[in-house]
Nanobody, 121 residues
């Protein structure tokens, strides 16, 4: 059984910073792409940033230059550094990962439970 556990959310003033972490645990052969999504109240879940196994990254347009995604493969952990936060960044942030848990090349999509980020104006 694979679990993704996010941490690091909280309440911050506009212009502030937070660092989110998402750690994968369980029986894991390997982890592929790891991605952060967010969902604000009344809105659909949207992609924020992703990172591949070789470190290639991609970002949503509205977070480019403010957010940075990184990963520590030895710790099965992905991070999201959130800088210059805006009230519109307020959302539940979810971690997603493609994990090979049953067999070395059988990847399955896993989600974390989410962590709340609230940015006050």
């Amino acid at each position: 059984q694979v679990q993704l556990v996010e941490s690091g959310g909280g309440l911050v003033q506009a212009g502030g910073s937070l660092r989110l972490s998402c750690a994968a645990s369980g029986t894991i052969f390997s982890i592929g792409a790891m991605t952060w999504y967010r969902q604000a109240p009344g809105k659909q879940r949207e992609l924020v940033a992703g990172i591949t196994t070789d470190g290639s990254t991609n970002y949503a347009d509205d977070v480019k230059g403010r957010f940075t995604v990184s990963r520590d493969n030895a710790k099965n952990t992905v991070y999201l550094q959130l800088n210059s936060l805006k009230p519109e960044d307020t959302a539940v942030y979810y971690c997603n990962a493609m994990v090979a848990a049953i067999a070395p090349n059988r990847f399955r999509n896993y989600w974390g439970q989410g962590t709340q980020v609230t940015v006050s104006s």
